[in-house]
């Protein structure tokens, strides 16, 4: 009896399925293969264990599951133990992408939505009409001259002006400045060992730029505030020829020309030739109407 023979295959011509192939590797770099192996062996063994006690014949031994052993030969002996050192990382990107196609990053794919009369530099039409309504009165007056009579006629015309649409008043910003309320106390320097008097005065919500204690003798000017709106800055003039206290100096080598001065601290400055003392006590801080918007623009 002739055996008919098939086609012969060849391992090395085989071709697996590129998703298979993905898979293994897969599993492999993150070490899953035995896992997957017991779950499979556990599968198996299910119906095996839930029908044990049944009374029908035992079954046939299920068939053991075939292990995938890399690097093992065709026609190799089954108790032979093949070890296949581990390389553990990741694969190529050109291989686990090359199922991908490649985009542009910086082409536009999506678009905002479209809204009418909202371009950028665009007006915006507004349409509002205006009622003008003029009222005239006469008032005749009579004069009299002895025996003639003069009468004369005054008319007055009234116009009131609407605008319609419920449209409201011009709008208007109130701007705000930081003002101070400052203790100046005038310490006139010893004559003929006689004690010298002092002479305080208080002034409220004074305003940047403002010298102090005047135009005549500017021994600081009040800039403005720091940081934080918490304390004043003021500039000190150059006939200053020394200064005491605890203000923080923010410019200024040989001589400080701008301190900041927290409130409550008083600060006394030397001026002029004469020695003339000046203590200058901040009070206060506090933000103050400086004006609108309408009267800036005048």
């Given at each position: ?9 060849k391992?090395s011509?085989?071709?697996?399925p590129?998703f298979?192939?993905d ?20 599968i198996?063994?299910?119906?095996f264990l ?11 031994p ?6 995938a052993?890399s ?9 032979r ?5 581990a390389?553990?990382?990741?694969r ?13 990053p ?12 909202a ?16 009222s005239?009165s006469?008032?005749e ?7 003639s ?25 109130t ?10 106390t ?12 002092p ?8 305003m ?6 005047g135009?005549?003798?500017?021994v ?7 940081k934080?709106?918490?304390k ?13 206290g605890d203000?923080?100096?923010l410019s ?7 301190l900041?001065?927290?409130p409550?601290?008083p600060?006394?400055?030397v001026?002029?030739d004469n ?23 005048k």
């Amino acid at each position: 009896m002739k055996r008919l023979k098939g086609p012969e295959l060849k391992l090395s011509e085989l071709k697996v399925p590129p998703f298979l192939t993905d898979l293994y590797w897969d599993l492999r770099d993150r070490r899953l293969l035995p896992l997957v192996a017991l779950v499979v062996v556990a599968i198996a063994a299910v119906p095996f264990l839930l029908g044990g006690g049944s009374d029908e014949g035992s079954s046939p031994p299920a068939a053991p599951p075939v292990a995938a052993i890399s690097g093992a030969a065709a026609g190799s002996d089954a108790s032979r133990l093949t070890v296949v050192q581990a390389k553990p990382g990741l694969r190529d990107y050109r291989k686990r992408l090359a199922g991908r196609k490649p985009t542009d990053p910086f082409e536009q794919r999506y678009t905002a939505p479209q809204v009418k009369d909202a371009e950028l530099g665009g007006e915006l039409e507004s349409t509002s009409s205006t009622d003008t309504t003029t009222s005239t009165s006469t008032t005749e007056v009579t004069e009299t001259n002895g025996s003639s009579k003069e009468t004369t006629k005054i008319t007055t015309e009234t116009t009131d002006e609407s605008k319609g649409g419920g449209a409201s008043p011009e709008s208007q910003l109130t701007l705000f400045a930081f003002a101070i309320d400052v203790k100046i106390t005038r310490i006139e320097g010893r004559k003929n060992g006689s004690k010298p008097k002092p002479d305080s005065s208080t002034r409220h919500r004074v305003m940047p730029t403002t010298p102090l204690p005047g135009e005549k003798a500017p021994v600081v000017t009040y800039m403005g505030v720091g940081k934080g709106a918490q304390k004043a800055l003021l500039m000190v003039s150059n006939n200053v020829k020394s200064i005491f206290g605890d203000a923080k100096c923010l410019s200024g080598t040989d001589t400080c020309q701008l301190l900041e001065v927290e409130p409550g601290f008083p600060e006394t400055f030397v001026y002029g030739d004469n020695g003339v003392r000046y203590k200058i006590n901040v009070l206060d801080i506090e933000a103050v109407p400086a004006g609108d918007t309408r009267s800036s623009q005048k």
